[in-house]
């Protein structure tokens, strides 16, 4: 831990950082300025054609605040543990996250909801909306926090160096992991919820998980999207296990929080794209819990070369 004048000296670069990302997040979020957007039947609607939402868990304003919050404690930490610096750091941190904070998690809007709430007019801009926090305010956090050039850790680095066929069957693990997790948490939190089955176009009782699951099987383009998600999560996060400097553990959690928040915290909020409350809310916990246990199980297993089964759960 740091010395308490080095805690109080970090407080303003915090204060400026915590104001920076709320200007340009609501800068991003201008992309979504899209007057008279249509919805599908399945949205919810004032009679006029324009999407509304149910209430957040929050107001729009304590949401912003909150989600500028819970960015910033990831994104900060995730810079000073870094063994890297410059223009290294800012250009893999920012391109890890645009990939799993936007671009992986609009995917998924593609898939689901261009049939619902997200027509083509809609759908690039949820992706540029990702570009201004990832590209403008992590370059600008890493000078604001003082990691330039002259911070680099130049000492041998071990994490992720290992034979190429460790690498294929560590890959191949947390591939599958992430399907696990993913239908597991899918059918047994969101699933669950009849207000979620309807928005996604399956009223009714929820067929048995075994009978879903065969069913979901022979349409193999939503396991192939997973698997693709699942090959782009892995690659952001390479750069951010192996920069990490600090203990495995604490870069477990990291990735972990890396995963499952800035990406989903926004659902405390309104949402016309996705306008029940109920859902956002079921989304959120689905979402958090998997891939929160699937980023702690990609750096156990990804952090160091291992030379057993055995060795896998040594220190």
């Not at 915590?18 to 039947?41: D, K, N, R």
């Not at 990804?302 to 220190?315: P, Q, T, Y």
Request: charged share 10%; glycine share 6%; net charge positive.
């Amino acid at each position: 831990m740091g010395s308490p004048p080095a805690v109080f000296k970090s407080i303003p670069r915090f204060i400026l950082l915590y104001f920076l990302f709320l200007v340009i997040y609501v800068i991003g979020s201008m992309f979504m300025a899209v007057p008279g957007m249509t919805v599908s039947e399945t949205a919810v609607s004032d009679g006029s054609g324009i999407a509304v939402s149910e209430p957040g868990l929050v107001s729009p304003t304590s949401g912003l605040l909150i989600i500028a919050l819970v960015n910033l404690l990831i994104i900060v930490p995730l810079i000073q543990t870094s063994r890297w610096g410059g223009w290294k750091l800012a250009l893999t941190l920012a391109l890890s996250y645009y990939g799993a904070v936007t671009f992986i998690v609009q995917l998924e809007s593609w898939f689901f909801l261009t049939a619902s709430t997200v027509d083509a007019q809609m759908l690039p801009r949820l992706f540029l909306m990702g570009i201004p926090p990832a590209f403008l305010f992590i370059p600008l956090a890493v000078w604001i926090l003082g990691k330039n050039r002259s911070t680099i850790d130049t000492t041998p680095n071990p994490v992720m160096v290992m034979p190429i066929r460790q690498w294929a069957w560590k890959l191949v693990t947390v591939v599958a992991a992430y399907l696990v997790l993913y239908w597991l948490a899918g059918y047994f939190i969101a699933w669950q919820n009849p207000v979620l089955r309807a928005f996604y176009g399956s009223p009714g009782p929820a067929l048995p998980f075994f009978e879903h699951t065969l069913n979901t099987i022979r349409d193999s383009r939503l396991f192939a999207l997973q698997i693709l998600r699942a090959l782009l999560y892995v690659l952001c996060m390479v750069p951010v296990i192996r920069g990490s400097r600090v203990h495995p553990w604490w870069t477990a959690l990291l990735v972990g929080a890396f995963l499952a928040l800035p990406q989903n915290i926004a659902l405390i909020i309104e949402n016309p794209l996705m306008p029940s409350a109920i859902v956002r809310l079921t989304h959120l916990v689905e979402t958090v819990s998997s891939n929160f246990v699937w980023g702690l199980l990609m750096v156990w297993l990804f952090h160091r070369e291992h030379h057993s089964l055995g060795d896998l759960f040594r220190k």
